[in-house]
C-alpha cells in the first residue's frame, strides 16, 4: 500500500510499504476512505511545528471500512463504516487520572501521524477503544470531521463567557474557526468571524450557523455587526495564534481570548490589565474526555453540517495539490495564508467512496 511518509522539513514522500494486518487479538485495521489536512501536518510537513518522528506516516483525522479485525473484538465487523479516534491514551498517568487525556505522558509512539503511522496511507490499525462506528445516513466525508470538531468541542468547554450577549470573535475562517462558530452558537452564543483571505471569506459566507457572519476584518465586524468601531471583545478565538498582544490590551472587562492556534509566537502582555480586568488567557488542544462522542454525536446529528466544510477531495497521489490548497506548497518550501476558497481538505487513499 501506499502511505505519505514524514522525513523532515519539507521532505515529505509516498512510499511503497507492507499492507498493515491485525497482529493483537484487540486490533482493528480500517481500510482508510477519507483522511483530513490538518494544520497539525501543515506544521509538520513544514517544520513549522517540529514534533513528528522521521519515519512516520501523517494524517490522523480519518473514516474508513473495517477491513481486518482481532479474536477478542466486539461490536465490529469486516465491512462496517467507522471513524477513528487518532489520540490513544493510557488511562493510569496523573494526566488520564485528572481528565486531561490530551496530554497523557506515555503517548510517546500512539500519537497517530506524529509518533505513530497515521492515515494518509491504505490501510490504519488501532484497537477497538478508539474505533466508532458511522450511521448508514452519515457520510464518511462528514465523519473525517469528527477529530477536528472533537478538539473543538473540548475548547468550548472551557470557555465561560459572561452570558449569552457576549461579544464574540473567531479569528480565522479555516475548518476550525468555522467549526468553533458552529459549536459556540450551539451554545446560545452568536459568533462572528474575521477572515483576510477573500477566497476563504466567500467560501465560509454561506457556511455559518444564523446570526452569525464573516467579515474582512476586527474592524469591519465591529462597525459593521455591532454597529460600534469600539464594540467590546467578550470572547475571542484565535485560529492563528498571532494576535494576543495586539488584542489583549482590546479585551472587555471579564472576557476570555482563547489561543488555538499552533505557530510559534511570543507576545508580551500588561499583567496588571490581567487581574485589574479580570481577564481569562488560555489555550486548547486535541480532545478531552467523551469530547470525541459529543463531536461525533453533533455530526450525525446533523447539528453541525460537516460535509458542507469540506472543499476539497482529492487523491493520495494527489496530496502535494491538498497542502497547497491550505498555503503549504512543498515544492517551493513556502507556508503562508490559504490564498484560494479552501476550508477542510480530504486524502482520499483509496479514491472517492461516496
Not at 76 to 88: K, W
Request: glycine share 10%; proline share 6%.
Amino acid at each position: 500500500m501506499k502511505a505519505l511518509k514524514y522525513r523532515g522539513a519539507w521532505d515529505v514522500t509516498l512510499d511503497e510499504v507492507p499492507d498493515l494486518h491485525v497482529t493483537g487479538d484487540d486490533d482493528v485495521v480500517v481500510e482508510i476512505a477519507y483522511c483530513g489536512i490538518c494544520g497539525t501536518d501543515l506544521g509538520i510537513a513544514s517544520g513549522a511545528y517540529p514534533v513528528a518522528v522521521p519515519g512516520t506516516t501523517l494524517g490522523h483525522e480519518a473514516s474508513g471500512i473495517v477491513a481486518e479485525i482481532g479474536d477478542a473484538v466486539t461490536g465490529l465487523a469486516v465491512g462496517d463504516r467507522v471513524v477513528i479516534n487518532p489520540t490513544p491514551y493510557c488511562g493510569r498517568c496523573r494526566m488520564c487520572r485528572t481528565q486531561r487525556i490530551n496530554h497523557c505522558v506515555n503517548k510517546l509512539g500512539t500519537e497517530s501521524g506524529v509518533s505513530y503511522d497515521g492515515a494518509y496511507a491504505g490501510r490504519f490499525r488501532t484497537t477497538s477503544g478508539f474505533i466508532h462506528p458511522v450511521p448508514d445516513h452519515v457520510s464518511l466525508r462528514a465523519a473525517a470531521l469528527t477529530e477536528p470538531l472533537s478538539c473543538v468541542v473540548a475548547g468550548a468547554r472551557k470557555l465561560q463567557p459572561p452570558g449569552l450577549t457576549a461579544h464574540t470573535f473567531v479569528i480565522g475562517a479555516g475548518p476550525l474557526g468555522l467549526l468553533y462558530t458552529w459549536v459556540l452558537s450551539l451554545r446560545g452564543l452568536t459568533p462572528v468571524v474575521v477572515e483576510h483571505s477573500p477566497a476563504r471569506l466567500a467560501f465560509a459566507r454561506d457556511r455559518l450557523p444564523v446570526g452569525s457572519a464573516v467579515y474582512g476584518s476586527l474592524a469591519e465586524a465591529r462597525a459593521k455587526h455591532f454597529g460600534d468601531p469600539d464594540a467590546p471583545l467578550d470572547v475571542v478565538v484565535d485560529t492563528t495564534s498571532h494576535l494576543l498582544e495586539e488584542l489583549f490590551p482590546q479585551m472587555a472587562h471579564g472576557g476570555t481570548y482563547m489561543s488555538i492556534g499552533l505557530k510559534e509566537k511570543v507576545a508580551a502582555i500588561d499583567t496588571m490589565l490581567l487581574a485589574d480586568r479580570s481577564l481569562s488567557v488560555i489555550g486548547s488542544i486535541d480532545s478531552l474526555h467523551g469530547s470525541f462522542v459529543e463531536a461525533l454525536h453533533l455530526i450525525t446529528s446533523g447539528r453541525v453540517p460537516a460535509e458542507r466544510l469540506v472543499s476539497h477531495v482529492v487523491p493520495l497521489e494527489d496530496y502535494r495539490t491538498g497542502f497547497a490548497a491550505l498555503g503549504c506548497d512543498l515544492d517551493a518550501r513556502v507556508f503562508g495564508p490559504a490564498d484560494q476558497a479552501s476550508c477542510k481538505v480530504l486524502v482520499a487513499p483509496g479514491g472517492r467512496h461516496e
